[in-house]
C-alpha cells in the first residue's frame, strides 16, 4: 500500500502562494495522484489530479489557471503548486492515491476511487 505525508501548508496573504508537497512510500508509479481539499463545513472537493507518468492532468474549475500540480516518481512526490490564493480556499488539503494509474474506468472526482490518503496539511489565506 502506498502511505502519503502532505507538508507545506501554513498562512498566507490573500493572493500569495504556497507550494504544497506529499511524499510517498510504496510505488506511486502505479496510481494516479490528486490533491483535495475540505472548508469548515463542507463537503471534501477535489482539487487537481495527475496520471502515473504525468501525461494527463485534471484541475477543478475553480483553480484552473491558478494552481499547477506536478509529481516525481523518482523522489515519490507529489506537488501542488497553488498561485493568487484567496480567503475561500481555507481549507485543509489532502493527498490520495487513486486505485488505477491512469484514473481508467473512474472518475477523478470521486473519493470512492481513491485507495490511500495522507492526513491532511492545513492551508489558510488571510484576508
Known amino acids: 500500500q502506498v502511505q502519503l505525508a502532505e507538508s507545506g501548508g501554513g498562512l498566507v496573504q490573500v493572493g500569495g502562494s504556497l507550494r504544497l508537497s506529499c511524499a510517498a512510500s510504496?510505488?506511486?508509479?502505479?496510481?494516479?495522484l490528486a490533491w483535495w481539499r475540505q472548508a469548515p463545513g463542507k463537503e471534501r472537493e477535489h482539487v487537481a489530479s495527475?496520471?502515473?507518468?504525468?501525461?494527463?492532468?485534471y484541475y477543478a474549475d475553480s483553480v484552473k489557471g491558478r494552481f499547477i500540480i506536478s509529481r516525481d516518481n523518482a523522489k515519490s512526490t507529489v506537488f501542488l503548486q497553488m498561485d493568487s490564493l484567496n480567503p475561500e480556499e481555507t481549507a485543509v488539503y489532502y493527498c490520495?492515491?487513486?486505485?488505477?494509474?491512469?484514473?481508467?474506468?473512474?472518475?477523478?472526482?470521486?473519493?470512492?476511487?481513491?485507495?490511500?490518503w495522507g492526513q491532511g496539511t492545513q492551508v489558510t489565506v488571510s484576508s
Open positions: 490520495a492515491a487513486h486505485r488505477t494509474a491512469y484514473g481508467e474506468g473512474s472518475n477523478v472526482t470521486d473519493g470512492q476511487s481513491y485507495e490511500a
Open positions: 495527475i496520471v502515473w507518468n504525468g501525461g494527463r492532468v
Open positions: 510504496g510505488r506511486i508509479s502505479e496510481h494516479a
